[in-house]
Antibody
């Protein structure tokens, strides 16, 4: 059974960095593209980034391009999201999600983790 | 960007009712639309993909229709477990989500 467990969230100050992790089990991570999506009460679900099965192709939402970096370590069955120069508006629950395909922009997120909360506040 | 607009934002219904949620895309997304159900504090759960294909294990009380820019999710014979928030999601041009429809008990 597919399981995705996010970690690394917390309370941070504006301008700082944070790295989220997503540990995958119940499926072969290296066979699938992976997503990060965040959710806030105001803006709802916002797609952030996708990475191909081998890590070579990455696509980002305009809102995080240049500040966030998606990466993966298939040997550790783990997906990452490096978030730099955090802003108050980045406060959200962050979800990782498995794609239905191995390449980017050909499938959609089918299984999601439970999410990890990031709060950016001074 | 493809904007997804759901209606209504809140829907009140009773157990046993049939309800329909609409989702409109700002551009033609063909059939590349999914529907998710989310309960408070939980991950979104996939219900339907490719506009009308039921995900394995999902009740046949759920059905989806549409193509292009207009889509609907219908739930027949509402059960207590169905009261949740529903999101449409397009994956034709990058990815985006509707703002959600909260289905609550009348």
């Amino acid at each position: 059974q597919v399981q995705l467990v996010e970690s690394g969230g917390g309370v941070v100050q504006p301008g700082t960095s944070l790295r989220l992790s997503c540990e995958a089990s119940g499926f072969t991570l290296r066979n699938y593209a992976m997503h990060w999506v965040r959710q806030t009460p105001d803006k709802g679900l916002e797609w952030l980034a996708i990475i191909s099965y081998n890590g070579r192709d990455k696509t980002y939402a305009d809102s995080v391009e240049g500040r966030f970096t998606i990466s993966r370590d298939n040997s550790k069955s783990t997906l990452y999201l490096q978030m730099n120069n955090l802003r108050r508006e980045d406060t959200a629950v962050y979800f990782c999600a498995k794609d239905t395909h191995h390449n980017t922009l050909t499938g959609f997120p089918d299984y999601w983790g439970q999410g990890t909360l990031v709060a950016v506040s001074s | 960007d493809v904007q997804m607009t759901q209606s209504p934002s809140i829907l009140s219904a009773s157990v046993g009712d049939r309800v329909t949620i609409s989702c409109r895309a700002s551009q033609n997304i063909r059939k590349w639309l999914a529907w998710f159900q989310q309960k408070p504090g939980k991950a979104p759960q996939l219900l339907i993909y490719e506009a009308s294909t039921l995900e394995r294990g999902v009740s046949s009380r759920f059905s989806g229709r549409g193509s292009g820019t207009e889509f609907t999710l219908t739930i027949n014979g509402l059960q207590p477990d169905d009261f949740a928030t529903y999101y449409c999601h397009q994956y034709s041009i990058l990815y985006s989500f509707g703002q959600g429809t909260k289905l609550d008990i009348k």
